[in-house]
C-alpha cells in the first residue's frame, strides 16, 4: 500500500521510479500510480456493475487512451479471457476474476506491477495459473514486480527477496543468475 501511494508513511520516505511519494499530494500520486504502476489486489477490486472488458478498459480511458476498448480486449485475450469478456464480475470465477484485474493492471503497460497476494484467495490450480499469468506478463511488458506474498515456494521465483518481520527487514535473498 506504502509503494503504492495508496497509503501514506508515517515516518521516512518511499520513492519509486526517481519521485518521492511521500511528497506528492492526493492528486499528483493518483497521476503518478496512473502512469506507472498497475496494481493487483488480493481482493480483485473489480466494479460488479461493469463487464470484464469495461473493467479492463476503464484506467485506460481515464488516462485519455483512444484505443481503450481495443487494448483491453487484447489484453483480455492475452490472459485466456476473450470469450468472456462480456461477463460482469459476478459471473465469472475467482480465477477468472483474478485475470480481469491482471489484465487491468497490465494494460496501461506500467514500469510497475504491484501484486499484493494474488493467489491468497484462489485454489492451487487456479494460483499456479495466475503466477504464471503474471510472471509472463512482467516478461512481455518489461515490468518490474513487486509481489507481496506469504507463500515461499511463490517468493522463491523471484529474482530478489525481502523478508518483512513485523514491519521491518529482516533478510534479503538473491537468486545468483539474477545477481550476475
Known amino acids: 500500500m506504502l509503494m503504492g501511494g495508496l497509503e ?3 515516518g521516512g520516505s518511499v520513492r519509486a521510479l526517481g519521485h518521492d511519494l ?9 497521476r503518478f500510480r496512473r502512469g506507472n504502476m498497475g496494481v493487483v489486489f488480493q481482493s480483485f477490486h473489480l466494479i460488479p456493475t461493469m463487464t ?13 487512451r483512444a484505443d481503450a476498448f481495443e487494448r483491453a480486449e487484447d489484453e483480455l485475450r ?9 461477463h460482469y464480475p459476478a ?3 475467482g480465477g477468472e476474476q483474478q485475470r480481469v484485474a491482471l489484465a487491468r493492471a497490465a494494460a496501461p503497460r506500467p514500469a510497475i506491477l504491484l501484486a499484493d497476494e494474488p493467489t491468497g484467495n484462489l485454489d492451487g490450480t487456479n494460483g499456479e495459473a495466475i503466477m504464471q499469468l503474471l510472471f509472463g ?8 514486480l513487486v509481489l507481496v506474498t ?7 521465483r523471484c529474482d530478489r527477496v525481502i523478508r518483512l ?3 521491518r527487514i529482516d533478510g534479503e535473498d538473491r537468486r545468483l543468475e539474477a545477481a550476475q
Not at 511528497?23 to 493518483?30: C, G, H, Q, R, Y
Not at 492475452?78 to 462480456?86: A, E, I, N
Not at 512482467?138 to 518490474?144: E, L, N, Q, S, V
Open 78 to 86: 492475452s490472459v485466456g479471457l476473450g470469450p468472456r469478456m462480456h
Open 165 to 167: 518481520r513485523d514491519g
Open 137 to 144: 506478463l512482467r516478461d512481455k511488458h518489461g515490468a518490474t
Open 22 to 30: 511521500t511528497a506528492l499530494d492526493e492528486d499528483a500520486l493518483a
Open 91 to 93: 459471473q465469472l470465477s
Open 8 to 10: 501514506r508513511a508515517t
Open 150 to 156: 506469504h507463500a515461499p515456494d511463490l517468493a522463491a
Open 52 to 64: 470484464a472488458l469495461e473493467n479492463v478498459a476503464t484506467p485506460l480511458e481515464l488516462a485519455g
